[in-house]
Antibody, heavy 123, light 107 residues
Framework: QVQLQESGPGLVKPSQTLSLTCTVSGGSISSGTYYWSWIRQPAGKGLEWIGRIYVSGSTAYNPSLKSRVSISVDTSKNQFSLKLSSVTAADTAIYYC???????????????WGQGTLLTVSS | EVVLTQSPDFQSVTPKETVTITCRASQNIDNSLHWYQQKPDQSPKLLIKYASQSISGVPSRFSGSGSGTDFTLTISSLEAEDAATYYCHQSSSLPFTFGPGTKVHIK
């Protein structure tokens, strides 16, 4: 059973860079045709896809955040990470990591999610 | 970007009723539409993939239909444990997008 677990500081000051890590267990991050995504959810609001990475390092980002986002992967640790720069209060949200697939030239659903980590931007 | 709209925003129902939630895409996404259930303080859980395909372990009272731009999630014979917010999600094109959610309240 694949499990994902987010980790991060919990609190970041405005204008700083947010850094979160997702640790994958129960399977290798390098196996299969899977992409590894970050998704966020402000309190009481809907879900926003931030971006994804493949084990090769290939990335895709939401254009709304592209100038501030970077996602990387560390296969030796079975982890992938998110960096979001120049944060403001609007970036306060629960951040989820999730696995999505790619089968027969089609992107697919998110089948495994982390429990989420609350990131608050405040001075 | 594909914009997903859902209706209704909120629905209050009694147990054993049938609930129908609709999701409309701003352009043709074939059947690249998936449904999730999110309960308070939990991460989303996959209910339906590719518009109508069932997921192992998900009760059979959850079903989906649709193709192109119009999709439906149906919950038959609602149970108290189905109180949650339901989201649709498209994987047809990047960036992935989600609908705004439909909150189902049990009377």
């Amino acid at each position: 059973q694949v499990q994902l677990q987010e980790s991060g500081p919990g609190l970041v000051k405005p204008s700083q860079t947010l850094s979160l890590t997702c640790t994958v267990s129960g399977g290798s991050i390098s196996s299969g045709t899977y992409y590894w995504s970050w998704i966020r959810q402000p309190a009481g609001k809907g879900l926003e896809w931030i971006g994804r990475i493949y084990v090769s390092g290939s990335t895709a980002y939401n254009p709304s955040l592209k100038s501030r986002v970077s996602i990387s992967v560390d296969t030796s640790k079975n982890q992938f990470s998110l960096k979001l720069s120049s944060v403001t209060a609007a970036d306060t949200a629960i951040y989820y990591c999730a696995r999505t697939g790619y089968y027969f030239d089609r992107n697919t659903w998110a089948d495994y999610w982390g429990q989420g980590t609350l990131l608050t931007v405040s001075s | 970007e594909v914009v997903l709209t859902q209706s209704p925003d909120f629905q209050s129902v009694t147990p054993k009723e049938t609930v129908t939630i609709t999701c409309r895409a701003s352009q043709n996404i074939d059947n690249s539409l998936h449904w999730y259930q999110q309960k308070p303080d939990q991460s989303p859980k996959l209910l339906i993939k590719y518009a109508s395909q069932s997921i192992s372990g998900v009760p059979s009272r959850f079903s989906g239909s649709g193709s192109g731009t119009d999709f439906t999630l149906t919950i038959s014979s609602l149970e108290a444990e189905d109180a949650a917010t339901y989201y649709c999600h498209q994987s047809s094109s990047l960036p992935f997008t989600f609908g705004p959610g439909t909150k189902v309240h049990i009377k």
